[in-house]
């Protein structure tokens, strides 16, 4: 064996576990959705995640990971659409978000 295929396959398996890794990472961010839907007693829409970004990171520990960042809709009543987002770093979840059925705070300014 050369080194070509060796570099070769060695780009193979990369390629190989980038994509096993990803889809154990979406498996984690759809099972993290359908349980955020649930506690607030929404409506997951499309029973699916999709995409939206990647990148490098540190978690707690100080290890490298890869953040991933995840979309889905979800609805009140099933005639609406909310944008709800879920984020990873490695297959953790670090952050769930359907608050976007809830109207914002109120904010108070003192104009005294």
């Known amino acids: 064996m050369n080194l070509a295929e060796i570099a070769a396959l060695l780009a193979l398996g990369g390629v190989a576990w980038f994509w ?8 984690a961010g759809v099972l ?7 506690r ?4 997951f ?35 609406d ?4 987002s879920v984020v990873l770093e490695g297959r953790e979840v670090t952050l769930v978000d359907v608050s976007a059925h809830r109207p ?5 300014v003192d104009l005294r």
Do not use: I, W
């Not at 096993?20 to 498996?27: N, V």
């Not at 029973?47 to 490098?56: A, D, F, I, N, S």
């Not at 659409?81 to 709800?84: I, L, T």
């Open 45 to 79: 829409l499309d029973e699916t995640v999709v995409g939206h970004g990647l990148r490098p990171a540190r978690d707690e520990r100080g290890h490298m990971v890869l953040r991933r960042a995840y979309e889905f809709e979800y609805s009140l009543t099933g005639n």
């Open 81 to 84: 659409r909310y944008h709800g």
């Open 104 to 108: 914002p705070a109120a904010v108070v």
């Open 40 to 43: 607030e007693g929404v409506q």
């Open 20 to 27: 096993l890794d990803s889809l154990k990472a979406r498996e």
């Open 32 to 38: 993290a959705a359908r349980r955020a839907c649930a």
